[in-house]
């Protein structure tokens, strides 16, 4: 828009400013903020920040533990956290940087001094998120997720390591206090998430939350691998309005399914559980939903939808969490150790044909077992050609044969619309290349295309399939969540 000589951008009217700049993302504005004071007051009008999603954490590529980072998060708080209504964190204590949430993560540096200085600028970092919130009545969603877990190789986590970074636990107690401060001065609380978040949650926290909030709350998600649970039946009875949980599953016991069941209450839509089998030996499946307990949710909770993250659980287990009346839309077995058996894929595929969209198969360890051994069809072909929802498939770590990719493709055409496959994952049967000329991954790459009607190509870059099982539960977690 041309503007006449004596007309400059300065002497719009306030308002209109603030309208333009509502068009810029985020990276922009704070640019733009830089241009004048006038800019400078306008672009920092809350109007223009209800929303801040933020990735936040040490390990830069210069080697720091992220302490230089702190100012800048220092001053976005300082700004936006008393008036922001919905706000975004993801925390990565060893790597990344203040960056949006769709950009990667680097290598993680193993140096001890490295990961200490790392947790203390984490715990320091987290302060000043939760201090600029404490006052903050607008706030209606805050999702937290720290990257911790990377941590815990060789318990550099345990209670002797965190007593040298923080002497007295005086960080830790004052995080906690000022999440339940935060909980105890929201007025319209909608949404709830803290997933790994190291020292921010205990199982009294959800106790601070206000009356108003726990009749707005419609998403809860506090996973932590603590015991005893960070969510309690009791708690849990006085959120009415709750439409979408997140919790661990060994923490979904049949009094909670039970009470989710119940008539009075609002029905429940999402259901995200996490199955950790490293922790099964203190926190075991006993006294976990029955199928009775499921039956009787299904019926309250006619659109309920499950998401299920089951790491390193053995197959034997998974038969036992796989109830024939769990309404299960999606599923990702991700194992270093352990093996998914044919037979729990077969499973799969049998009781979950009506509901099942999203299938993840991941496996990061030595040889490629192969389902099809010993049978006549494989049973991630009879998946595709079942479950007439399918609209996800992912695969690493298991051998899929190119003749069944292709019949894979072909089952399922566009309505698949991913289809990820590891390259080292496919194999070629040598007896098909005696009839077929050619280069056989080129032809699987056509034949394949065909199928899907789109350009497809196997996965050459393994953190295509490859990331952190937790980041990839939360972040399924909450667009599975935000569909309901």
């Known amino acids: 828009m041309a503007l006449c000589s004596s007309v400059g951008a300065l002497a719009l009217p306030s308002e209109l400013i603030v309208h333009i700049f509502s068009f810029l993302s985020d990276r922009d504005k704070l640019r733009a903020s830089a241009v004048c004071s006038r800019w400078r007051e306008c672009l920092f009008y809350p109007a223009l920040w209800t929303e801040l999603k933020l990735r936040v954490g040490g390990g830069t590529n210069g080697g720091g533990s992220g302490s230089e980072q702190t100012p800048r998060l220092e001053f976005l708080m300082r700004k936006f956290g008393s008036f922001v209504r919905e706000l975004q964190l993801e925390f990565a204590p060893l790597d990344g940087c203040l960056s949006p949430l769709q950009h990667g993560v680097e290598a993680v540096e193993s140096d001890p001094q490295f990961a200490k200085d790392a947790m203390v600028t984490y715990l320091d970092q987290v302060l000043c998120v939760l ?127 039970r009470l989710l069941a119940c008539g009075d209450r609002a029905p429940l839509h999402r259901l995200s559980l996490l199955l ?71 499973l799969i595929s049998q009781q979950y044909h009506k509901t099942l969209s999203h299938f993840i198969l991941m496996r990061d360890d030595a040889g490629f077992p192969d389902f099809s051994v010993n049978r006549n069809e494989d049973p991630l072909v009879l998946l595709a050609w079942r479950c007439v929802h399918l609209a996800v498939l ?88 935000a569909g309901m």
């Open 276 to 346: 950790n089998g490293a922790a099964l030996d203190v926190k075991p499946l006993d006294g976990t939903a029955t199928e009775d307990d499921w039956k009787a949710l299904v019926r309250r909770s006619t659109n309920l939808r499950v998401y299920i993250m089951a790491m390193d659980v053995c197959s034997q287990d998974l038969l036992r969490v796989l109830k024939p009346s769990v309404p299960l839309e999606r599923i990702h077995l991700d194992s270093y150790s352990t093996l998914v058996t044919d037979g729990v894929v077969e």
């Open 394 to 481: 992912i695969i690493h770590g298991y051998t899929v044969w190119s003749h069944n990719l292709v019949a894979i493709s072909r089952l399922r055409g566009s309505s698949l619309r991913v289809l990820e496959v590891s390259e080292e994952s496919i194999d070629f049967d040598p007896d098909q290349s005696v009839y077929i000329e050619g280069d056989p991954v080129h032809n699987l790459v056509k034949e394949v295309s065909l199928g899907l009607g789109r350009v497809w190509h196997p996965s050459m870059d393994n953190s295509v399939v490859l990331n952190e099982p937790t980041q990839h539960f939360h972040r399924e977690m909450q667009s599975f969540s």
């Open 131 to 257: 201090g600029s919130l404490r006052n903050n009545r607008n706030l209606q969603k805050l999702s937290l997720y720290g990257d911790t877990c990377i941590l815990q190789d060789d318990s550099i986590l345990d209670s002797s390591y965190l007593s040298q970074v923080d002497q007295g636990g005086k960080k830790i107690k004052e995080i906690q206090q000022l999440f339940e401060e935060i909980l105890s001065n929201s007025r319209q609380l909608k949404w709830l998430s803290s997933a790994f978040m190291l020292g921010v949650v205990t199982p009294c926290s959800l106790a601070s939350l206000s009356n108003p909030s726990t009749s707005s709350l419609e998403h809860l998600s506090l996973i932590d691998n603590q015991l005893p649970s960070l969510i309690s039946t009791i708690e849990l009875e006085r959120l009415i309005h709750l439409q979408s949980l997140s919790l661990e599953f060994c923490d979904f016991t049949s009094d909670m399914c």
